[in-house]
């Protein structure tokens, strides 16, 4: 459980929220690199962090992220006329440039200065690998850029995708670091789904349904392992790393792609959740790459033109109770992006945390609440700067290997869960 | 015969803010009846700190030091208040056993206590304080046993999991 003050604490983003600062310190992906796909294409409309945002990309390729709304008459920019290296007002043709700036106030006198006096918030927006990164914080603290392993490996190395989820960023997070669920929610997706399937860790995840965790502090967050039993005298661990404020990879299976995702708030009751695939030594194969936009692995398939998953609490996630049934899927929800989301907006926009029965299984949840806490407190009392900021935090990686019992995952594992170019990740 | 109304979508209604108005409240009793065992002498300080917290069912125990493998009928706790406990006792009607380490000093006893909860159907969950190279020992003598082991530098992390299970 949660005291209430805590849980309004962490899931609270707005402007002037502790946690709304915590997020303004670090760049957070604004949006997918495919929804501006060329100069002068149509703004995107974009919602952080509870903030009314028009993304777009100027007609020298720059890239901007400004107030959705006129200066003038709070007209919102989307229906602007992307033109000109600026973004024009369409109901009185005030201009905007991708830094905010107001650059052209028809209605003034020609060489009027006035323009020059208006200019609408504004963050950077920056692509480094499929997304637009944006920082939303104290400009003369903008950290160095990410560094995260699948926005920097070669482009057909990596996917990215992204989806809605309509419920609080943290319900979507936890559900990042909850190992335990796996073998209960996915185990259809073991042995079916074909980013998934055929990995000889799907055995130990199948036959030993009642893992023990260890959770360890990092650098940048956390580690939590999950062990099951193995062969004679070893453990099957899966790790799984945690980057502050909302990073976390799966561990792998086999030689298919690893996998992760970034927990972005939209508002307090919403959600986007970026869902990516890469891998560190090989381009990713047609059928891979293929699979992951047919929804498959940890991404959704959407409906057309949006990011909206087709499977969605307004038809009941297609549930198939019969699939469910005939064992193959667990909840009755297809799709390991499903699975997850259909739960975890069944619990309510804002999930009522006082009301939790925790057990010990959940300690990976438990402390990753704590350090959230803990650096939001710190941030706002003392402008501590919190862990994940620092680009060395996010060369870090999943990983799952076979270890004799007696050796420590951390201790073991050193290399395994630091992100090394062009070095494949350990799997099993 | 009534006609049941029907929705396009029960889970958009369902998981909406206005339905959650409509979920049951009612108090949550402590379901769990938890022991708090430390196992060194550092670890015995951070119990007794947070001994005095809001607990409902939880009790807390510190033990001597020790080498060598021991057995559970050999394991002597004391309660904060200092009266003496054999481990056996302790145990009967708890769920839940959370072991405190700080260093190695507290390896033989962590065993012998995780392998007690074991054979009990006892839950364990091992904290380990500290920067985790001084108690591994203690460590690895829990990980067969305890359910979850979290290794961490913040004392409030023992406080905070005992909380979250409403000990």
Known sequence: MLRQDINELLTQTGPGTPMGDLFRQYWIPALLAEELPENDSPPVRVKLLSERLIAFRDSDGRYGLIDEFCAHRGASLWFGRNEGSGLRCPYHGWKYDVTGQCVEVPSEADNSSFCENVKLRAYPLVKVGDILWTYMGDPAKRPDLPEYEFAHVPQEQTYTSKRWQQCNWLQAFEGGIDSSHVTFLHSGGLKSDPLFKGAKGNEYNMKDTKPFFEVADSEGGLFVGARRNAEEGTYYWRITPWVMPAFTMVPPRGDHPVHGHFWVPIDDENCWTYSFDYHPARPLTAAERQAMIDGHGVHSKNIPGTYRPVANMDNDYLIDREAQKRGETYSGVAGIAMQDASLQESMGPIVDRTKERLVPADSGIIKARQKLRKAAIALRDEGVTPPGVDTAHHRVRSAAVVLPQAESFLDSCRDAVKATPGVPHSSV | ?167
């Open chain 2, 1 to 167: 015969m009534a006609t049941l109304p029907m929705y396009a979508s029960e889970s958009a209604r369902a998981a909406s803010a206005s339905e959650s108005r409509y979920r049951i409240t009612v108090p949550i009793a402590p379901a769990r009846n938890a022991r708090v065992i430390a196992l060194d002498a550092r670890s015995a300080a951070v119990a007794r700190r947070i001994s005095d917290g809001p607990w409902a069912n939880a009790r807390f125990y510190t033990c001597e030091a020790t080498r060598g493998r021991r057995r559970a009928d050999e394991v002597l706790l004391h309660g904060i208040d200092g009266v003496p406990a054999a481990l056996d006792d302790m145990l009967r009607g708890t769920d839940v056993v959370v072991v405190i380490a700080t260093d190695d000093s507290g390896g033989a006893l962590a065993a012998a206590i995780g392998s007690a909860c074991s054979a009990r159907a006892i839950t364990t969950a091992g904290v380990v304080l500290g920067d985790g190279f001084e108690a591994d020992d203690a460590v690895a003598a829990l990980r067969p046993h305890a359910r979850v082991l979290l290794l961490s530098a913040d004392e409030s992390d023992a406080f905070e999991l005992l909380r979250a299970l409403r000990v």
